[in-house]
């Protein structure tokens, strides 16, 4: 078994595609707009991934799917969703780029391993160190947590 993707329903595309696309540095690969269904499906793919999209022997690299649905649909929080995980090369730095953009680090990297944030509509991104922890430093250290993940 391999992971392939993960759907997530979004509720405004070009928050979601800021948030995925500007911040998080994913990259758009692949889009789908149904008319007949009346929805736009965006496919994401990490840029460490890129060079693996396309395989000889069928899927590549894993996908994040961003569902958009053009009528109006109520979800709520509660979409028996965990967490969608990425793997970065500085966990420090990385938190200070997406608070400087106004993201709130819900759980901040106290452990320089560990973080976590939400996305626009409110899914949650683990964070993780690559590699070993980095050593523990302010302002992380000390930062408390933010709301809920």
């Keep these: 078994m391999r992971f392939l993707h993960t759907m997530l329903r979004v509720h ?3 928050a979601a595609m800021a948030f995925y696309v500007d911040q998080l540095g994913l990259k758009e690969v692949r889009r ?16 460490d991934d890129e060079a693996t999209l396309q395989r000889r022997d069928g899927r590549g690299s894993p996908l994040i799917e961003l569902t958009y649905n053009w009528d109006e649909e109520r979800y709520g929080e509660d979409r028996f969703f965990g967490h ?3 793997e970065v090369d500085d966990i420090y730095a990385t938190c200070q780029r997406l608070m400087d953009a106004g993201i709130t680090i819900n759980r901040p990297p106290r452990d320089g391993q560990m973080a976590f944030i939400r996305s626009p509509d409110l899914h949650s991104i683990e964070l993780l160190q690559k590699g070993e922890a980095l050593p523990p430093q302010e302002p992380w250290a000390s930062m408390p947590n933010t709301g809920h993940w």
Aim: with cysteine; glycine share 4%; hydrophobic share 45%.
């Design 32 to 47: 789908v707009d149904s008319d007949k269904g009346r929805f736009t499906l965006v496919y994401l793919c990490a840029p």
């Design 12 to 14: 405004k595309l070009d």
């Design 84 to 86: 969608l995980a990425f």
